[in-house]
């Protein structure tokens, strides 16, 4: 098999960046819009993103079809144009919400479902070609390459949607909207085009039944223990998702432009944070998988616990500089687990790439849902046992940096016992 080339890397790369440039709208600005703009309660928005969220626990089952179906390319195609109509139906439920609630939810619940299955068939699908046709040696580069993409259109999205959006209006929004989603589509398109068949990536078609594919990679053990460690860590990661921009605007008095900028100082020291460890680990060779991860998980916890205590502050206190912190050690985390997720996925039993991508997308995904989901939570309840937002949204972020410190030991535990101790980020390894 011909394998993909730095260019060809680069190219889904791109891709990579359209799915987060699509998703940050519906994870960042449209939550701030519904809580601060509507006075919703924060567990709405994070509802919704929990229900995309939950969908993606067929990411398994798309896994396994690009696996036995012959094409990838069009799993990625379709799952692109699924997510930015989903994107679009949910910027148009938000405006909806405004004059008519009943009508803007129902539309809002079947927006953030097309996401969930969009984002399900086009990135499951899409790593599974990543981790098929790229060399060995390179695998952990590429998993490296194509994440600092996918923040790079993340913090850029947010960064520039924030510029655009002030003052914000409803007919803005939808504007702004529309160019991003159709953007991505079509740089979708023209980076796929004839990828997958230059390198002859495509699985043979097989005729299995999905039951039995997902049991064969569920009775792996190394494929089994990753999976928990992968869900109870990004549990950890994404409890702050929802609530962080609602307590800059709340505590800190930041626009609608303002918080949405903040997202993208956090995606952007995430960003520097991916970039020194791939540098790092991948090409000077300094640090281990578990060290990084350790190092990301306590980090990441201390940054939450800055963030706690400058909200008694208040306004003018240094929130971004702790933010994009937050965002440094998060990307610490993320690249080790992501370079351990690319160099695990070819390991085990032959042409299953896409079932375990799969299973540990899912599994992230949950995680996603079920952090960002409890921390909304958790913060609408404390707002109402206490009368002080600052104290009440602190208290959230510190439980989180309890769960980072739980999820460093965990992962300690893991790698000692040689689940992922293997799964360096040295090219070859």
């Known amino acids: 098999m011909r394998r993909l080339g730095w ?69 990625v195609l379709g799952g692109m144009a699924a997510l930015a109509l989903g994107a679009f139906l949910a910027a148009l439920g938000v405006t909806v919400m405004e004059g008519a609630f009943g009508l803007g939810l ?82 979708t398109a023209l980076a796929m085009r004839g990828i997958e068949a230059r390198v002859d990536a495509s699985p043979q078609p097989e005729d299995m039944p999905f039951r039995h594919g997902l049991a064969e ?14 869900f109870l860590s990004m549990t950890a990661y994404f409890m702050q998702e929802l609530i962080l921009e609602p307590y800059a605007g709340l505590v800190f008095g930041f626009t609608p432009g303002q918080s949405t900028s903040l997202s993208g100082a956090q995606n952007g020291g995430v960003f520097v944070g991916m970039v020194l460890v791939g540098v790092a680990a991948t090409g000077l060779r300094i640090g281990s998988l578990k060290a990084w991860v350790v190092a990301g998980c306590l980090g990441s916890a201390a940054m939450l616990g800055i963030i706690s205590a400058l909200g008694q502050i208040g306004p003018g206190a240094p929130l971004v500089a702790a933010v994009t912190g937050l965002g440094f050690f998060n990307g610490m985390f993320a ?55 600052a104290t009440a949204f602190g208290a959230v972020f510190l439980a989180e940096a309890v769960l980072f410190v739980i999820a460093a030991l965990m992962a300690l535990q893991v790698m000692e016992r040689g689940v992922v101790k293997s799964a360096t980020l040295v090219p070859g390894e």
Request: glycine letters at 12%; charged letters at 10%.
């Open 335 to 389: 690249v080790a687990a992501i370079g351990s997720m690319m160099a695990l996925a070819g390991r085990g039993r032959s042409a299953r790439e896409g079932t375990r991508m799969g299973l540990w997308g899912a599994a992230q995904a949950l995680a996603a849902g079920f952090g960002g989901l409890a921390g909304a939570a958790a913060a609408d309840l404390m707002r109402q046992g206490l009368a002080d937002d």
């Open 106 to 187: 129902a539309l809002s619940i079947l927006a953030y479902g097309l996401i969930g299955v969009g984002v399900g068939a086009s990135g499951t699908s899409l790593l599974a070609l990543l981790a098929t046709a790229t060399a060995p040696e390179r695998r952990a580069a590429a998993a490296t390459i194509t994440w600092l993409m996918m923040i790079f259109g993340i913090a850029a999205t947010a960064g520039t949607v924030g510029a655009f959006l002030d003052p914000y209006s409803p007919a803005l929004l939808l504007r702004i909207v529309a160019i991003v989603c159709l953007g991505a589509v079509a740089l």
């Open 7 to 75: 260019i060809d890397i680069v190219r889904l790369g791109l891709v990579q960046m359209c799915l987060g440039a699509v998703v940050v709208l519906t994870t960042s600005t449209l939550n701030r819009l519904m809580v601060v703009e509507l006075a919703l309660p924060a567990v709405l928005p994070g509802l919704l993103v929990a229900l995309h969220y939950g969908i993606q626990i067929t990411r398994p089952n798309w896994g396994f079809r690009s696996d036995t179906k012959g094409n990838r390319t069009v799993f």
């Open 217 to 230: 990679i569920w009775g792996e053990r190394e494929a089994r223990n990753f999976t928990i460690f992968v």
